[in-house]
DNA sequence: TATTGTTATACTCTATAACTATA
DNA sequence: TATAGTTATAGAGTATAACAATA
């Protein structure tokens, strides 16, 4: 395909962000839980979190929209959520045992599709895009997002 | 990075998605034009269509969302918009001689702060990368997205 | 009866403002 | 006074339903 004529980036980017996205939904609903829900686990498994408000910027959240999916993961006891008794404002955030053990599960289930997915590029491609995915995703200090 | 380690497929998209937006938010805002806006352009560009529902399913878009789009790139003599003379329920879709300049004008800055984007990546990973892409924005028949 | 375009309406997601409790 | 969490409200974006014109 000639440079010049291919789509525009946001276009194939925002469009292949839509597939995967419709590609995941099945999985998560069969684990019943949102993508939000999904989204905060991995989070978490990452490091867990001292207050909600670090925890919705790091997920590029809204801190108001976090609670009520905070609320359901601490109902299925799949997080922990207790104010900081050095600050009671705060809530300590993280994985329950439980927790650890759904977000792997689903994770292996995505992982999964995704192979699928990626299995329509070469392995030596394969390996370039998830890199150069990563480099493009994660810009250089000082040139904000 | 190890293959295990890595975030989320649809995670690094989706960001990297919005991400390339949020780049090229200020260019559309410059040229006076809306996202959607832009992408009935570049649809058109590519081809005329024969009903407004033509191109709402081929942007992914729906149909009643088009309207005001329509409207506004029609009061500003980018596109033609006329009945069909035989079928007078179809409108056909056009661009007009300004709405191809303003498209091309606006293309060559998005592509150009693509470039800036994509320097981040060594010339043949670029080549690399946009072609994969250009592979899984579009699955093998059979598969339904 | 089916389809195109349109309008009006409802729904979902998200952000904003206001409140409480702590500091 | 400032911050964390929460609730209530408002807004944007989108989809659904109903309609008129045409086939």
């Known amino acids: 395909m000639p440079a010049q004529d291919r789509a525009d980036l946001g276009a194939m980017v925002m469009h292949l962000g839509r597939r995967i996205l419709a590609m995941e939904r099945p999985i998560l609903a069969r684990h019943d839980i949102s993508m939000w829900g999904y ?7 990452d490091q867990p979190m001292r207050t909600q408000v670090a925890l919705a910027t790091s997920i590029g ?3 108001t929209r976090l609670i009520a999916v905070l609320d359901e993961l601490q109902r299925r006891a799949l997080i922990r959520r207790e104010p900081d008794p050095a600050d009671r404002r705060a809530r300590l955030l993280g994985l329950t045992p439980a927790g650890r ?38 810009p250089p200090p000082g040139q904000p997002e």
């Open 39 to 45: 989204v905060v686990l991995s989070a978490l498994r």
């Open 61 to 63: 959240a809204d801190k």
């Open 101 to 138: 053990r759904l977000h792997q599960r689903i994770r292996a289930d995505i992982r999964a599709a995704e192979q699928d997915l990626l299995a329509a590029l070469a392995e030596a491609d394969r390996t370039t895009f998830l890199a150069a995915l990563a480099i493009l995703d994660d």
